[in-house]
């Protein structure tokens, strides 16, 4: 691991205010409060792990409704840290709400997370596996980042078992530009105190440091692919309604991504949210959740 240097020594100002931008969108969830019991629809949260493909896999579920909903966080992300406003609030009676930890994420641990070339389609296993392990016969996804990656993977490989999916923060390949953008949170002892505290209390800092720095890894081996493939020979699958949802301030992921997933997710929505930023589902949280309680309905 290569010694750290002053910011100032490698960014310039410009980047510097850049790379601060990138961090608190990517992270802000990481401050979201855990979520407690919805008092509003008289229903707890529950929080517990089982047996999946080999791991035990920690997840948190609340409400009584018959549509299942299952949430998908991004990198480094979990139930708790990713989906605070979502855990609490999305309507009890219409839904049961199941938020899970992937592999080697949050409390979905041991194993300790690591980046294979298909750690993307394996999390997509093990989320449909969760959830038919819970006797769910149908779900419908919401994926936020990397989580909505694993989604638009599961409703391609899955398609019988998805009802309906909302995705956000996602892109199908790996550019150029990307890569710039995962370089520049490679190195944790970079980040903002606000920022990395969270995640150092989940994880130590240690771990943290160490599975960002793999998860960079991990996604430019998709670089290295024709067109820099991550899931974009699996769009045209897609066979269940969706909902795509994009902050126009996002600085993680560029418009054209966006475009690319509507254009090849046959009868997609894309709905845009002009103050919107990577979080917008926690900045924007009612609004979003109205926005996702009606697609779902």
């Keep these: 691991m290569h010694t750290p240097r002053p910011m100032a020594a490698v960014l310039d100002r410009r980047a510097s205010r850049q790379l601060r931008m990138i961090l608190s969108a990517l992270k802000a969830g990481s401050r979201v409060p855990r979520a407690g019991p919805a ?45 605070g406003p979502q855990i609490k609030n999305l309507n009890k009676k219409l839904f049961t709400v199941v938020a899970w930890d992937p592999r080697g994420y949050g409390h979905s641990r041991p194993p300790d997370r690591d980046f294979p070339m298909d750690f993307l389609e394996r999390d997509a296993k093990d989320a449909v596996d969760l959830m038919k392990t819970l006797n769910f016969k149908k779900v ?66 240690d771990y943290f440091a160490k599975t960002c720095e ?47 997933i509507h254009k090849h997710v046959k009868g997609s929505r894309l709905h845009l949210m002009p103050e919107g930023k990577h979080n917008l589902h926690l900045r924007f949280a009612d609004e979003f959740n109205k926005l996702v309680e009606d697609f779902l309905q």
């Design 140 to 205: 419908s996804l919401l994926g936020w980042s990397d989580g909505g990656i694993t989604a638009l993977i599961a409703a391609a490989k899955y398609p019988l078992y998805i009802n309906k999916m909302v995705i956000w923060g996602a892109n199908a390949y790996v550019t150029d530009e990307d890569e710039k953008i995962y370089q520049g949170i490679r190195d944790v002892s970079k980040w903002s105190e606000k920022t990395r505290k969270p995640l150092e209390t989940l994880y130590g800092y």
């Design 39 to 83: 008092a509003a629809f008289g229903s707890s949260v529950t929080s517990t792990k089982v047996a999946v493909n080999g791991v035990h896999l920690h997840y948190q579920q609340t409400g009584e409704g018959e549509h299942a909903v299952l949430l998908l966080p991004g990198m480094l992300g979990s139930g708790k840290t990713d989906f």
């Design 214 to 260: 793999k998860w960079v890894d991990g996604m430019q081996q998709f670089k290295h692919l024709p067109d820099g493939n991550i899931c974009r020979h699996l769009l045209p699958l897609v066979q269940c309604p969706t909902l795509i949802v994009h902050g126009e301030k996002d600085p993680l992921v560029p418009r054209p991504h966006v475009d690319f």
